[in-house]
């Protein structure tokens, strides 16, 4: 700040002329008139360097200085201040309030009554900034969560324009001197008073401790260059519990993260002997009196009874119970769906367990904003990390849902949220009431029950099908969806007589999941007429009058049902001569002929009708040239080769006998196409070292010939 002041000298007059001096005189009066000006000037120099300037609102300045040296305070005229305006404001101290001045430099001056001036320059950077001493409105206590809550007017419409505000809050513990917190809070001045809120929770439970707490604020505006300084410190406002003679110990029941430290008090009339957490002894902080504390460090997660705090003192044990654990986490894996159309099931896995359980367990709501429902999950039981569910009723029409769902506890929350399109996450029932009905002995009709509104949408159905000793076959149908309805599926392609087993599963078109498959369902599916007539040979009897019809039994895809019986029959010349009935299970007949031309015919007859028949010819047409072969098999097969005969229209047909004694002869057969000159006996009953008599018949439009005679071992012995 430049200074400079000035002294008018005082004329020396004697009976108003001017006395006449000693040639030393004017030097002597000089130069104490230099010392006399010397000294005012510094003195004044040194009162405009003291000069202060303060604001607590930007909006008013108060100066003060010091007096010159040798002069009143008292003696002050006025102060002028070189602006736009050259205002003059009279004084009668060193104080003076004025508003605050425009940036830049501004010439000031002092003016006393004894002619005095003083000059200098006011910036506003060399102004401070001090807000007022802030007021405390309210300090309340949560004495269950060791909270303290504090409340004040920050005065922010005494501030001609929005600032930045940083408040420093410390908070003390009786009878410590040092604070226990000290917090910088940042906040916004928006021009109009606001009543603002601070939370603090202890370490130590506040019925432990009387508890203090000041503020002091400071200004940060960027319409301001001078200093910036704190407010003093407000008043101490204290807190207190009321405390009774008894012995207590705090906290009560309380619920901490696991992994924090603690503090925990006994507050008792008498002497506290020892304090622990579970078996494990701790050792004591003295507070005051006979109030005690012990701090436990890292709590571990508690057992599903808590974790025991126990003090023993002169007459008696007292304690709490702590329950540590974690805040819920997030829910993971949230999915949506539907089983009907009529209710979302929403599932989840809870995540890491809390170590919580009764009413400190996590409590979930399942909240959808688009309807406005919602519905709540809470697990008291045993800590389990399970799939956890939750339904909601659907909004008539309303497909697109909107799903938060929240977990709480004591120590938090944590949230998942899902959107979904319901018609595209339905995952059915399981179907139920299978029923199967026939339209013929191929096609079946095959129907179930399936809960749910589906009249919006299509679905997707597999049927499995499956029968003895095959593959299962998976069709899949799509069907118009109902409500709460049976659906009904023609099943084709379906062999006769078979027993089949059904069972069925279900989607939507769309396809979010298959329901469960259903239970079976078996069923017989009816008879048809045989497709084929059975495979026949005939042998003439020893003595040439008899006709021995052999058949074998027919396929179950052929026979189409039970085989009631066979029916044979002989004609000549195309006239029937004789039928004979043979029920199953016999396969033979014997027939007295003449050595005619007969065609015997061999029909398969079951419940629902005759096979075609199987015809063969009488007739044996000899052959006197015929020759004996030998064939060597291996294990319990035989490789038999001929030669092509073209005479050979019909067929072949290798005959021989099981056993290897002659009689009783277990006759077989095999018939191959005409084409082929090779083929493979093959009989569980083979023996090693056992001959076996095999015989190759040709046929014809007559009948049927021997053409060679095979002696066959599946294993030649040697001798």
Not at 260 to 276: A, F
């Amino acid at each position: 700040m430049a200074a400079y002041s000035w002294w008018r000298q005082p004329s020396w007059m004697v009976d108003n002329k001017r006395s006449r001096m000693t040639p030393n005189l004017p030097w002597l009066l000089s130069a104490l008139t230099l010392l006399h000006l010397t000294m005012h000037v510094n003195g004044l120099k040194r009162g405009v360097q003291d000069l202060k300037c303060t604001t607590n609102n930007m909006r008013v300045w108060d100066c003060t200085w010091p007096a010159p040296l040798g002069i009143s305070p008292g003696t002050v005229k006025d102060i002028c201040i070189k602006d736009r305006f050259h205002s003059c404001h009279p004084l009668e101290t060193t104080n003076v309030k004025i508003p605050a001045l425009s940036p830049g430099d501004h010439e000031v001056t002092i003016n006393y009554l004894n002619g005095f001036q003083s000059k200098f320059t006011l910036n506003e950077k060399d102004v401070s900034l001090i807000p007022e001493t802030p007021e405390i409105l309210d300090l309340s206590a949560d004495f269950f969560t060791s909270s303290l809550l504090l409340k004040w007017n920050d005065r922010g419409s005494a501030l001609p324009h929005p600032s930045n505000a940083t408040w420093e809050i410390k908070v003390l513990q009786n009878p410590r001197t040092e604070p226990v917190a000290l917090v910088l809070l940042n906040t916004m001045l928006s021009g109009k008073d606001t009543v603002q809120h601070w939370n603090w929770t202890s370490d130590l439970p506040l019925q432990c401790a009387t508890h203090s707490v000041s503020i002091r604020w400071h200004i940060d505006s960027p319409h301001f260059s001078g200093y910036k300084e704190w407010s003093d410190w407000s008043p101490l406002k204290n807190i207190s519990w009321i405390r009774n003679t008894e012995t207590n110990v705090f906290p009560q029941d309380k619920v901490v993260l696991a992994g924090s430290n603690m503090t925990i008090c006994c507050m008792s009339p008498t002497k506290v002997l020892s304090g622990q957490i579970g078996n494990t002894l701790r050792p004591l902080i003295h507070l005051y009196g006979q109030t005690v504390a012990i701090h436990i460090l890292n709590i571990p997660v508690s057992e599903n009874s808590g974790t025991n705090i126990i003090f023993i003192t002169d007459d008696d044990v007292y304690g709490t119970v702590v329950f540590a654990g974690y805040p819920p986490d997030v829910p993971q894996k949230l999915s949506c769906e539907t089983h009907d159309l009529k209710e979302i099931i929403c599932s989840w896995n809870p995540g890491r367990i809390t170590g919580l359980v009764g009413p400190r367990n996590t409590e979930y709501t399942l909240f959808e904003s688009i309807s406005g429902k919602s519905a709540v999950f809470h697990r008291i039981e045993g800590l389990t990390n399970e799939t956890y569910r939750l339904g909601v009723q659907m909004h008539p029409g309303q497909e697109i849902h909107n799903f938060t769902l929240t977990g709480r506890n004591p120590l938090g929350q944590a949230q998942s949220a899902v959107v979904i399109n319901v018609t595209e996450r339905v995952a059915p029932h399981d179907p139920t009431s299978l029923k199967v009905k026939d339209i013929n002995s191929t096609v079946v009709t095959f129907s179930w029950y399936l809960p749910g509104n589906f009249t919006k949408i299509n679905l997707l159905c597999q049927i499995e099908i499956c029968k003895a000793n095959s593959k299962k076959e998976v069709r899949n149908a799509t069907i118009r969806g109902a409500e709460d309805s049976t659906y009904h599926v023609a099943v084709d392609k379906l062999n006769p007589y078979t027993a089949y087993t059904f069972r069925v599963r279900c989607s939507s078109k769309t396809f979010w999941k298959w329901s469960r498959w259903s239970d079976e369902k078996r069923h017989l599916t009816t008879e048809a007429t045989p497709s084929k007539g059975p495979d026949t040979w005939r042998e003439w009897s020893s003595d040439g009058k008899n006709l021995i019809v052999y058949g074998k039994p027919l396929p179950i895809n052929e026979a189409n049902g039970k085989i009631l019986s066979y029916n044979v029959s002989c004609s000549l010349n195309e006239e029937t001569q004789s039928v004979l009935e043979i029920f199953d299970p016999q396969h033979r007949a014997e027939i007295q002929l003449s050595k005619n031309d007969y065609i015997i015919s061999v029909v398969a007859r079951n419940s629902a009708g005759s096979s075609p028949p199987s015809k063969i010819a009488s007739m044996e047409i000899p052959n006197d040239d015929i020759t004996v072969e030998q064939a060597v098999g291996l294990g319990n097969r035989i490789f038999l080769t001929w030669r092509h005969d073209p005479n050979m229209t019909c067929d072949y047909v290798i005959k021989w006998c099981n056993s290897s004694r002659s009689e009783p002869c277990l006759l077989d057969w095999r018939k191959v196409p005409s084409n082929s000159t090779e083929t493979v006996i093959e009989s569980d009953q083979f023996q090693p070292g056992v001959r076996y008599n095999f015989y190759l018949y040709g046929c014809t439009n007559q009948g049927y010939q021997l053409l060679r005679s095979i002696i066959g071992y599946v294993e030649e012995l040697e001798a």
